[in-house]
């Protein structure tokens, strides 16, 4: 099972006297997982490490059982989409991909057929000729993704992929790594757009100030923050009855009768005593009720609570 | 499969030497190759309108002083030092070194074929350069000269500059690429470097021997006589036997190569945060 996963065991990484990351330990299974927190949280040490760009300064790390300082036996395994935006000067979009494919050894026919298939995935076929320092910021972010994928690798580190991307680009760019996603590889993304995150996230690990704050599926992060109460949003007919009937509970904290005058917004400290009210109010009352849904089991309102502040672009 | 670190070698100079070539930044090397050709020529010329003519005695030793002067001491020193410091410390000022360290390339491999990559564009530059200005310095001689080069000892003068320029590209091109690897200012190794070659008349006998001139000097094939002031721009060395000095700097080079691909196995992306 460990070859499957990204192992991080007490891992930490100083930059001199600057914390990186702190004791952090993880375990990261095939799929989409996000990495969120403000800059300086320790997104990208975390991404450099499993790459093998940076060596941690105490801890272990395994990438599907390869140790990271292997490069040999690591590169086949692993694209990196860096965050930086340079390139090696005066290629074309074809002659940067052909020329890092012949880098990891491949024969001439290979290079070109995954060249080819790379720039078609990225939709960059057209202007695979022309100079990456022509592109524009979305091509060249399409670009460099593309050279990640390139050599089809088992795991994709992304640093915030979706940036300079236009709404069309990046509905296709998030397709792709659902698909990458889905086919059971590892897909590790750090995004400041928290509401595209919490889309296409299959578990997230939120980092503030180098250290791990909450790991795994947002719903289960949200149901752990304890001293937050839940927001469930009620829609129904009789929200005025039902607010009375709630008022009476000991953990409902606060209930707000929605602006359209049609449903409630509750807040408890105990979730499943409010569902198993409801029903009851419900059977007693014969009150209509048209949906109830958590109000902030989003990354962005985990985001908020554990760390604070805005999160990022929703 | 069996040669996938050949096709890695031959990615990698095909991808350096094409930058090393054409960068911007290196523009002062084409000064340097360019300015011993630009000099003989006007010798020749100035010499062909009869204000002041040499025998080809004069010539060939005139060659020999700016041989060392120049080409060992200046020109391929400098010129090294601005092809194969940026090897590495280009890539890392450009934020492109992560893109090779993310390849399953195993880093002895990229040392190497960035080595070769800035060798084959100092062999060009410098070889050109040595051949084109030895044979303009004494064309004013005509006939005399082309005697002198076909059935005297001028083709085996010329071999001889070129052997030895061929191997100061080697010596100074891995010093300057391991500098590279640690040093952003190419100023300061190319300082530390000159001071000891330099310095390597008054060096112990085992120390003269790491050193890129103590081997060089020995292969030059006219012995100087330098008056001075000009004699500072003379390293005086113990002479070494063509048999020591060819694999000795092949030695040295190899060793410091060496240390390079160790550093390189062991260094990581830093890009100055």
Not at chain 2, 105 to 115: P, Q
Request: glycine share 10%; charged share 20%; hydrophobic share 45%.
């Amino acid at each position: 099972m460990s070859n499957r996963l990204i192992t991080f065991g007490e891992v930490s990484r100083f930059y001199g006297e600057v914390l990186g990351i702190n004791r952090v330990n993880l375990a990261i299974p095939p799929g989409i997982t996000s990495l969120v927190g403000p800059n300086g949280s320790g997104k990208t040490t975390l991404m450099n490490l499993m790459t093998g760009l940076i060596r941690p300064t105490r801890g272990d790390i395994r990438v599907l059982g390869v140790r990271p300082d292997e490069p040999e036996k690591l590169g086949p395994l692993i694209g990196y989409c860096a965050q930086f935006d340079n390139f090696p000067k005066g290629l074309t979009g074809y002659q940067f991909l052909y020329s890092f494919l012949r880098i990891r050894g491949m024969n001439d026919a290979e290079c070109e057929e995954r060249t080819r298939t790379a720039l078609a995935t990225v939709n960059l076929a057209e202007a695979a000729q022309r100079p990456v320092a022509a592109y524009s910021k979305g091509m060249r972010q399409r670009i460099k993704l593309a050279q990640a994928i390139a050599h089809d690798p088992q795991i994709v580190v992304l640093d915030e992929p979706l940036n300079g991307l236009d709404p069309m680009a990046r509905a296709e760019t998030i397709e792709l790594f659902q698909e990458w996603g889905g086919k059971g590889r590892h897909v590790i993304v750090s995004s400041h757009i928290l509401h595209e995150v919490d889309r296409i996230s299959d578990q997230v690990i939120l980092l503030s100030h180098g250290y791990v704050v909450a790991e795994g599926q947002i719903q289960g992060v949200r149901s752990e923050v304890k001293d937050q109460p839940m927001q469930i949003l009620i829609r129904c007919d009789q929200p005025n009855a039902l607010a009375a009937r709630l008022f009476l509970q000991d953990h409902v904290v606060e209930a707000k009768i929605h602006p359209d005058g049609k449903g409630i917004l509750l807040r408890t400290t105990d979730a499943d005593q409010f569902y198993l009210m409801l029903n009851r109010i419900v059977l007693e009352t014969g009150m209509e009720v048209e949906s109830v849904a958590p109000a902030d089991d989003d990354v962005n309102s985990v985001y908020q609570y554990l760390i604070g502040g805005e999160g990022g672009t929703t | 499969m069996k040669r996938v670190w050949l096709r890695q070698i031959t990615g990698v100079i095909g991808l350096e030497w094409k930058k090393t070539f054409l960068s911007r930044r290196g523009w002062w090397v084409y000064l340097m190759v360019l300015a011993p050709v630009g000099l003989n020529l006007m010798h020749s010329l100035v010499a062909l309108r009869g204000f002041r003519s040499h025998s080809v005695f004069q010539d060939s030793q005139i060659f020999a002083g700016e041989f060392e002067g120049y080409f060992l001491h200046l020109g391929i020193f400098f010129g090294c030092m601005g092809i194969f410091s940026n090897l590495f410390r280009g890539e890392m000022l450009e934020k492109t070194l992560h893109y090779y360290f993310l390849t399953p390339m195993r880093r002895e491999l990229l040392v190497i074929g960035k080595f070769l990559a800035g060798l084959i564009v100092a062999l060009v530059l410098f070889e050109s350069s040595a051949a084109i200005s030895f044979w303009l310095i004494g064309r004013h001689q005509g006939a005399a000269w082309s005697e002198f080069l076909q059935h005297g000892p001028g083709a085996g003068q010329m071999s001889s500059y070129l052997l030895v320029t061929a191997l100061a590209c080697v010596g100074y091109g891995a010093v300057f690429l391991v500098a590279g690897l640690f040093i952003r200012n190419p100023m300061i190794p190319a300082a530390v470097v000159m001071v000891w070659e330099n310095l390597n008349p008054f060096l112990p006998s085992l120390l003269k021997k790491i050193s890129v001139i103590f081997y060089l000097k020995s292969l030059t094939p006219v012995q100087l006589n330098v008056p001075p002031p000009f004699s500072v721009l003379v390293t005086e060395t113990d002479p070494a036997p063509a048999w020591l000095a060819v694999p000795g700097l092949l030695v040295v080079a190899s060793l410091v190569l060496a240390y390079a691909a160790i550093s390189a196995r062991r260094a990581e992306i830093g890009y100055g945060e």
